[in-house]
């Protein structure tokens, strides 16, 4: 049954040969759009990164969907969705993921978090863990002490910076990001990361998201990284070992800070993962979803 908080029907469409639904609805004061995938099984939140939108993830949602029902949205401010009102780092998008969850009443969920989208997952645990079944971060900074190179170390004082982010946050500079990030070229092509670039506002927010990061990164990631210790569902940590971004410790420090964790690295990949190696990742979430399910933890748990 269709949720009457939906305010647009639903539309249909094929992705490698898999059907998806889009549907936008109601969150609050917001409209976000979501990509549903799968018909049963137990349900999978996917939160893209920053250059993104929900689209990226079709490929590994692909996967999943064969016995996962999988939940794709557009943060605020990407895609489709509209532009956040107020906070809009990750306290706000996490407050909005609550939101999505609880109006689906689909919870509790698997919650999958690559880049920007892992501090996003991160709060949505602290905020109301009863929501997340396990929880997937993935190629991304919950630190409030992660180095800054060099370069983006100009974007952080005042009005300089602001003329600084405008250039290597343009439309021109992001697209340039996929020489440096993507190690597998001969998978994720230069076409399909414009892709990610083709919505004018998720260029704009991308660059206030990053400006924000580079300058409050201890005053915004500190409740982040207070809340890793607190975790105690299943978590896999995944990483990609020619990630240039984030290195490998990282990931490895990630993984150590939460009780239980799991990391699983990806072989001859980049940062974006979910698009450099579809089926790997896939691999790594059905990995979790399957021990955790074999828990029972999605007894009574609601359809999408």
């Not at 029907?9 to 549903?36: C, K, M, N, W």
């Not at 991304?140 to 180095?147: A, S, W």
């Not at 990609?240 to 239980?260: K, N, Q, S, V």
């Amino acid at each position: 049954m269709e949720s009457p908080l939906l305010v647009a029907p639903p539309t249909r469409a094929s992705s490698g040969g898999q059907r998806f639904e889009t549907r936008r609805l109601s969150a609050g004061e917001h409209v976000v759009a979501f990509d549903i995938l799968g018909e049963s099984g137990p349900p999978v939140v996917l939160l893209h990164g920053i250059p993104g939108w929900r689209g990226m993830w079709r490929n590994v949602a692909r996967h999943l969907a064969k016995d996962c029902r999988v939940i794709a949205p557009d943060l605020l401010g990407f895609g489709e969705s509209s532009e956040p009102s107020g906070e809009f780092h990750a306290s706000g998008q996490a407050d909005m993921v609550v939101r999505l969850i609880r109006q689906l009443a689909c919870g509790p969920v698997h919650l999958v978090g690559f880049d920007f989208g892992g501090p996003i997952a991160a709060l949505v645990y602290r905020r109301a863990p009863e929501l997340v079944a396990s929880l997937v971060l993935a190629a991304t900074n919950v630190f409030t002490d992660t180095p800054i190179p060099g370069p983006l170390q100009l974007v952080r004082p005042p009005l300089v910076g602001d003329l600084v982010a405008r250039v290597l946050f343009s439309r021109v500079g992001l697209a340039m990001m996929w020489f440096a990030a993507v190690a597998r070229r001969d998978v994720f092509r230069f076409a399909q990361y414009r892709e990610m670039l083709r919505f004018p506002r998720g260029v704009v927010w991308t660059r206030r998201v990053f400006q924000s990061s580079l300058r409050h990164l201890p005053e915004l990631y500190a409740p982040v990284q207070a809340t890793l210790r607190t975790i105690q569902v299943p978590c896999t940590v995944i990483w990609g070992d020619r990630d240039p971004f984030f290195p490998i410790a990282i990931g490895e420090r990630t993984t150590a800070g939460i009780p239980g964790a799991t990391l699983v690295r990806i072989p001859g990949c980049g940062h974006f993962l979910p698009e450099e190696d579809p089926a790997a990742f896939a691999q790594a979430v059905e990995t979790l979803v399957g021990a955790t399910t074999g828990r029972e933890v999605f007894r009574g748990a609601g359809r999408v």
